[in-house]
């Protein structure tokens, strides 16, 4: 396990957070950019939050990038995670992100059903937060 970098590139951050996004680019500036993420994240208007939240796979998707491949797993996505995902995106009008952490992805129906329930501002600083959870995983894991 590393410890989060003092300074890290562009192309690295991008990596981290699924490509390079207004976010990425305004901590690559940063000393310390990973320990600074969910502070900087605060800052970011809304379309620059759907931005990096978009970026991100969707839970269950056919195409991911080996490094979130890794972590989805290779097990089945349960039939109804594609439903849920679209509602989710419908109701918030950005992607759903989850720190999945290796677990199986019947596990994480449960936890989308129950944002589904919250409001658009605490999802908005929930999924940035899970996004640094696992930009910081990535990292130490790497």
Partial sequence: MRDLPRQLSVDELAALFEG??????????????LGRAREVAA??????????????????ARRLSARSAAEQGDDEAPPELDELNRAYEE????????????????EIVPILRERL?????????????????????????S
């Fill in 20 to 33: 390079r996004t207004r976010f990425v680019e305004k901590l690559a500036e940063l000393e310390d950019p």
């Fill in 43 to 60: 800052t970011l208007t809304d379309d620059e939050k759907r931005e990096v939240l978009d970026a991100h796979p969707a839970i269950g």
């Fill in 91 to 106: 109701k918030f009008g950005f992607r759903f992100v989850v720190f999945v952490n290796r677990r199986p992805k019947r």
């Fill in 117 to 141: 329930e919250r409001t658009r501002e605490e999802e908005l600083t929930t999924a940035l937060d899970e996004l640094v959870s696992i930009a910081e995983d990535r990292w130490r894991r």
